[in-house]
């Protein structure tokens, strides 16, 4: 019985999560220019640093090509590097440039607004008790992530 409770619970925090970001995605943000999907995947690399196509299509839950247009506009306007892997030609890296850092950080900066934004009125309590369970959660997630990688 209490992995079924988990499995609602977790389900249910999915679900309103999911509704909190598309408030985010309401809103019309394009930091200089990109879109929304470009930017997640510029922010997403740089935080988890050089990666390879087939990975990061994986994590990014896209086909290969797919993501191969909007690396192609990324790479053309200088934000990320691609270099094929001379041990394997067919592994493609991609890394973030200095230009691509600054947007990635303007975009992580423009998220935690619009985080802010969206708490603003959450209670002192409710905030630390959301905060301490958020590390909770961070932590055990973290854990799995490690075991699972």
């Given at each position: 019985?209490a992995r079924?409770?988990?499995?609602?619970?977790?389900?249910?925090?999915i679900?309103?999560?999911?509704?909190?970001?598309?408030?985010?995605?309401?809103?019309?943000?394009v930091?200089?220019?990109?879109?929304?999907?470009?930017?997640?995947?510029?922010?997403?690399?740089h935080i988890?640093?050089?990666?390879?196509l087939?990975?990061?299509?994986?994590?990014?839950?896209?086909t290969?090509?797919?993501l191969?247009?909007?690396?192609?506009?990324?790479?053309?306007?200088?934000?990320?590097?691609?270099?094929?892997?001379?041990d394997?030609?067919?592994?493609?890296?991609?890394?973030?440039?200095?230009?691509?850092?600054k947007?990635?950080?303007?975009?992580?900066?423009?998220?935690?607004?619009?985080?802010?934004?969206?708490?603003a009125?959450?209670?002192?309590?409710?905030e630390?008790?959301?905060t301490k369970?958020?590390?909770t959660?961070?932590?055990?997630?973290t854990?799995?992530?490690l075991?699972?990688?």
């Amino acid at each position: 019985m209490a992995r079924k409770e988990f499995v609602k619970i977790l389900e249910s925090n999915i679900m309103i999560m999911d509704k909190l970001s598309d408030k985010f995605k309401r809103e019309p943000t394009v930091l200089s220019g990109y879109p929304r999907q470009q930017l997640s995947i510029l922010v997403r690399l740089h935080i988890g640093g050089p990666a390879r196509l087939k990975d990061i299509a994986r994590r990014e839950l896209v086909t290969a090509p797919n993501l191969c247009a909007a690396f192609r506009k990324l790479e053309r306007d200088g934000l990320v590097l691609r270099r094929i892997d001379e041990d394997d030609r067919r592994n493609t890296w991609y890394s973030v440039t200095a230009a691509g850092e600054k947007i990635a950080t303007q975009a992580m900066e423009t998220m935690r607004v619009a985080i802010e934004k969206l708490f603003a009125k959450l209670s002192r309590e409710d905030e630390d008790a959301l905060t301490k369970s958020l590390k909770t959660i961070n932590s055990i997630l973290t854990k799995m992530e490690l075991t699972n990688a």
